[in-house]
Nanobody, 123 residues
Framework: VQLQASGGGLVQTGGSLRLSCAASGRSFRTYAMHWFRQAPGQEREFVAAISWTGDRTYYSDSVKGRFTISRDNAENTVYLQMNSLKPEDTAVYYC?????????????????WGQGTLVTVSS
């Protein structure tokens, strides 16, 4: 599966953005989807995950209550709705796919990555 992330941009503190990750390939519907982010000079970190059916989600503590992950399998797209954005949310955001069983264990390797989309939150 090939992934294309979009929707990043510049937003003020407290604002909102919605990221999209469009996937090609029929196998999209069999993969759990994940969002990661990488801020300048920092390691990539897990943000959110959603099961292949869309009925289970998991979030990092840093975004819980502010971000919402969702997916539309008919459109082969996963979304990340980001509200109440903070300057520390500034990063390049990546979507990733793999056949995850436990969303609560986001470590390990991912066979499919999108190219990243930059989110900048100004203070």
């Amino acid at each position: 599966v090939q992934l294309q992330a979009s929707g990043g941009g510049l937003v003020q503190t407290g604002g909102s953005l919605r990221l999209s990750c469009a996937a090609s390939g029929r196998s999209f519907r069999t993969y759990a989807m994940h969002w990661f982010r990488q801020a300048p000079g920092q390691e990539r970190e897990f943000v959110a995950a959603i099961s292949w059916t869309g009925d289970r989600t998991y979030y990092s503590d840093s975004v819980k209550g502010r971000f919402t992950i969702s997916r539309d399998n008919a459109e082969n797209t996963v979304y990340l709705q980001m509200n109440s954005l903070k300057p520390e949310d500034t990063a390049v955001y990546y979507c990733a796919a793999r056949a995850t069983i436990r969303l609560e264990a986001p470590g390990g390797s991912y066979p499919h990555w999108g190219q990243g989309t930059l989110v900048t939150v100004s203070s």
